[in-house]
């Protein structure tokens, strides 16, 4: 019997998933796909940057935080094209039954609600964790941002960081990653494991970020899906998202906070 857990108007789902939708195969293709999609563009610019003498490999310390937001763009430019493609083919939907269309003002609404919401949560979150355990680790984006030092280089990271990264991000955890999960379990777990996912990758390499950065973008994450499955719109978790980055910046640029 299907998993209809994502899609009905008041419990589940709204539309039914077809037999083999998400099937386990193609979904672990996809995911990766998606990830050798997202580094091989990195991997080709640092190359490229090698070859034109911007990167010395004996010292890859010295690859400028521009440089390294360049790359970004890169990734995002290949995978992102990827994922449209390939996501309406392993879900078995087409990209509007999987929220990615035109928002209604409704759907607008949830998701300047839901940036509320993640707000609270990860600001929480973050101080308890600070004060129980009194690590405060910085986030590799923040990190980024406080490298740059031009008002170009800025504007490059506040378009990646507030657009961007929210586009690809909620493409790739809620569209794809959530869905995946609700298609076999219930909406919280989908909810709960797509969360863990989602913050894991926002930890800083090399410190201890598990608990100080992870933990709290986690449950922003969990909140996310929510946003996702309430609405049932792409946009209005992009919207949460993108806000919640921009509210970040903010506090990092205009009140010099340590995130």
């Known amino acids: 019997m299907e998993n209809n ?8 789902s709204p539309a039914s998933w077809k037999p083999k939708a998400f ?15 997202t580094f091989a563009p990195i991997f080709l610019y640092l190359i490229l940057a090698v070859a034109g003498g911007r990167l010395d490999p004996r010292h ?13 763009i890169l990734s995002y430019a290949v995978v992102l094209p990827y994922m449209l493609y390939f996501l309406p083919r392993v879900s078995g939907r087409s990209l509007a039954d999987l929220g990615i269309r035109t928002p209604t003002l ?24 600070v004060g129980v355990t009194h690590i405060h680790d910085t986030e590799a984006a923040v990190a980024l941002l406080q490298q740059m030092k031009t008002p170009f280089d800025k504007t490059v990271f506040i378009l990646v ?23 076999y379990v219930p909406v919280a777990a989908a909810a709960i494991g797509s969360g863990i996912v989602f913050g894991l990758v926002h930890a800083q390499p090399g410190s201890q970020s598990l608990l100080s950065i992870s933990l709290p973008l986690a449950l922003g994450g969990i909140v996310l ?16 998202h993108a806000l919640f980055n921009s509210i970040s910046l903010v506090a990092v640029f205009g009140f010099h906070v340590k995130s």
């Open 5 to 12: 857990s994502t899609w009905m108007p008041s419990q589940p």
């Open 23 to 37: 099937a386990p195969v193609p979904s672990v293709l996809f995911a990766l796909g998606a990830v050798f999609f």
């Open 106 to 129: 409704r759907e607008i609404g949830i998701g300047l609600a839901g940036v509320v919401v993640m707000f609270f949560t990860v600001s929480a979150a973050s101080a308890i964790v």
């Open 225 to 240: 899906a929510y946003v996702y499955r309430t609405a049932r719109c792409y946009w209005s978790d992009v919207i949460t």
């Open 161 to 183: 960081a507030a657009v961007l990264a929210p586009i690809v991000e909620e493409m790739a955890f809620r569209a794809f990653l959530f869905n995946a999960f609700a298609r």
């Open 60 to 72: 890859p310390a010295g690859f400028s935080a521009i440089d390294q937001i360049y790359a970004q």
